[in-house]
């Protein structure tokens, strides 16, 4: 496979960009290494084609942003919002992540090796998060649909407000949101399980794991929810 | 008279409390009887300082008229110029408000984009995504990026004119969207990703950024996203609009919305419409003070909406330094919204019945959040929706875009402006103190803005 490098040191990422939506899609699959990304903002957003990125360091903001079928990978730690509104492919983050990992993701699979900061996953929409890690308060907030596998803890709130996403949790989870709840794991969640972790390279057993998912008490009006809207 | 008549008139003579009034009983009774906050639509109700406060000084003896049939005025507008490849080209300076498929018909967005296309202005999408019959028919469209993120997909990032990241909305600064379960028919649910029927209350704040700071980065996503050719606005409800302007225009902004309190929504508590934000008038003169203190007037281009309803509104909007205006309520009304009547296949048909089933009335609804829209506007009902006929709609909103645009136009010229951009605020006096304060233009016959130093 054709192998081209962006060494950010001598190039912006303006033209890295520029070189992924317009000379990218006009070629076959094919890599392009990220040297000296110094944690610059908005590497590789926006991919449209099954073009792989591999980011050798730290990346800043929204890395891998609105991703559709391209595979980006970061051999470091990534910034707020990594994978944002991700349609399809996947976001690989060999290190840490800070806040808004994968918010409001659409499709694709966003990896996290490491742990994700607050509100991992917010507003999901039907992506897929595994995160080896923990996950820090409020994550899942709003999570419309989708699926979400922590393998270590969670913070508070887990799952607020919730709408038809799934989250698994392995660890400790401080405190569910409003309307979160556990459940008990049906086949389905097994196979969902048993599925995510092999693609991102885990081998935790899925029984291990806990469900949750929304009570859907908040989905009406409810005169008596009080402070809970 | 009867002993009914004579008992009503005997009312009149009874004092009603200020404080106390039947509006006030009606409230207290409903929040008695359901527990919980009301909800509606449209805008503000309650009597404001608005733009009808300011009046023109036309030429005369010190200034020169242009004559009305012969002499050209311009009303080109240009929006997006401070770092956009490809900023947008208007012939008018009157845009289509932000406003959802969802909150609208999906016959509703049509005859706006038809309508837009043929004056060459945009229109924006709303809450929950582009939906492909909005993109066919808008020559222009600017697409809005809310906190919901519902439906956002960057394959219309790439296919839209412009951005909009939506902050806030002057019917609601600080809150979120809302559309009642049901107007969450499966085709909106299915943009949104939620559940049919749901009540769903969007988020108030983005997802993935929390501070000016930050949103200057998420602009840039944006713009390297889109490899920096579409204008980016930013749209901010008014509340603290001197601050919000220059912390939009330093987080990166080609244009900025400014929506006053008199701006409408689809669906939000009435204590968030009639008691949060201020007065368009206030706000705009607030954003202008703010372009000018950074010397980005004009590099910067403001867009003014909440209450812009007619041509002298526009003409003293851009007199007070907007470069153009946003119109929704005024546009849903060109398109029937509060009619007694709707038209199907050139009839008119009564819709009276329809309104008094909600428990209001032709020129006091305000019941879009129902979805029962009586001369289906605001509905995703199958069978109100057709009382729009996208052809007939589009037609009523191309005359009052042109109606607007004429109006406009003749005030300019009798100001003596060859071009509706060169209106200033020196051609404009209040006729009250509120006015004058908020607007920062003197009272008329005097030399005096309140306020001023």
Request: charged share 20%; proline share 3%.
């Amino acid at each position: 496979m054709e192998n081209l490098t962006f060494d950010l040191a001598q190039t912006r990422v303006s033209d890295l960009n520029r070189y992924l939506h317009v000379e990218a899609v006009k070629k076959p699959a094919h890599k392009v290494t990220v040297k000296n990304p110094d944690g610059a903002h908005n590497i590789a957003v926006g991919l449209d084609s099954p073009v792989e990125v591999e980011v050798i360091g730290h990346a800043g903001y929204y890395a891998g942003g609105m991703n559709k079928t391209g595979k980006v990978i970061i051999k470091g730690s990534a910034g707020t919002g990594v994978g944002e509104n991700m349609m399809s492919g996947v976001v690989h983050v060999r290190g840490f992540a800070s806040n808004g990992a994968g918010a409001s993701a659409h499709g694709g699979l966003l990896i996290i090796d490491g742990d994700a900061g607050l509100r991992c996953g917010i507003s999901l929409k039907g992506g897929d998060i595994v995160v080896g890690g923990s996950v820090g308060s409020f994550s899942a907030f709003m999570a419309q649909a989708g699926r979400m596998v922590i393998c270590g803890d969670a913070g508070d709130a887990l799952g607020d407000s919730l709408y038809e996403a799934i989250l698994y949790v392995r660890g400790d989870i401080k405190s569910l949101g409003a309307d979160a709840q556990i459940q008990p794991l049906t086949e389905t969640d097994i196979t969902s399980l048993t599925d995510l972790l092999q693609q991102a390279g885990f081998n935790h057993d899925p029984k291990s794991f806990k469900k949750v998912a929304s009570r859907r008490e908040l989905y009406h009006w409810n005169a008596d929810a009080n402070q809970e809207y | 008279m009867d002993a009914k008549t004579t008992q009503q008139a005997r009312h009149l003579t009874l004092e009603e409390s200020y404080g106390y009034d039947r509006k006030t009983l009606d409230y207290i009774r409903k929040a008695a009887a359901h527990g919980l906050y009301e909800i509606r639509g449209m805008g503000a109700k309650r009597k404001l300082p608005n733009f009808d406060d300011l009046v023109f000084l036309g030429a005369s003896m010190s200034r020169y008229a242009l004559e009305g049939y012969r002499e050209k005025c311009a009303t080109k507008t240009v929006l997006g110029t401070r770092f956009a490849k490809k900023p947008i080209e208007l012939d008018i300076p009157i845009t289509i408000a932000g406003m959802s498929f969802g909150a609208l018909s999906a016959n509703v967005k049509e005859a706006l984009g038809r309508a837009a296309s043929e004056v060459g202005t945009s229109t924006t999408t709303g809450d929950g995504g582009m939906t492909p019959e909005e993109r066919q028919s808008s020559k222009t469209l600017v697409y809005q990026c809310l906190p919901s993120r519902y439906g956002f997909n960057p394959d219309d990032v790439r296919r839209a004119d412009a951005i909009e990241v939506v902050i806030g909305q002057g019917a609601k600064p600080g809150g979120g969207g809302m559309l009642l379960g049901q107007k969450v028919s499966q085709r909106v649910a299915g943009m949104r990703t939620l559940p049919a029927g749901v009540d769903q209350r969007s988020a108030c704040r983005h997802p993935d950024w929390t501070g000016p700071d930050d949103l200057a980065i998420k602009i840039q996503e944006l713009r390297e996203m889109t490899d920096w050719e579409k204008p980016i606005y930013v749209k901010v409800g008014a509340t603290r609009t001197f601050n919000d302007v220059k912390l939009a225009v330093h987080s990166g902004a080609d244009v900025i919305v400014v929506d006053g309190m008199q701006g409408g929504t689809a669906a939000t508590q009435t204590c968030f419409i009639e008691h949060i934000g201020i007065p368009t008038l206030a706000a705009l003169r607030q954003a202008v003070d703010a372009l000018e203190d950074l010397d980005m007037k004009g590099k910067v281009q403001l867009i003014i909406s909440g209450g812009v309803r007619s041509g002298p509104d526009v003409a003293k909007a851009l007199a007070m330094g907007a470069d153009a205006v946003a119109i929704g309520q005024g546009v849903m009304i060109a398109l029937g919204c509060n009619g007694d009547t709707y038209g199907q296949k050139g009839k008119h048909l009564s819709a009276l019945d329809d309104y008094a089933a909600l428990g209001t009335a032709p020129g006091f609804c305000h019941h879009c959040h129902t979805g029962q829209c009586p001369v289906g506007i605001t509905t995703q009902d199958e069978i109100l929706e057709q009382r729009l006929e996208p052809a007939v709609g589009a037609k009523h909103l191309k005359n009052y875009l042109k109606t607007l645009n004429m109006e406009l136009t003749t005030i300019a010229r009798a100001c003596g402006k060859q071009n509706v951009h060169h209106l200033e605020k020196e051609d404009l006096v209040a006729l009250t103190l509120e006015s004058a304060a908020m607007a920062g233009v003197p009272l008329a016959g005097t030399s005096w803005i309140p306020g001023s130093r």
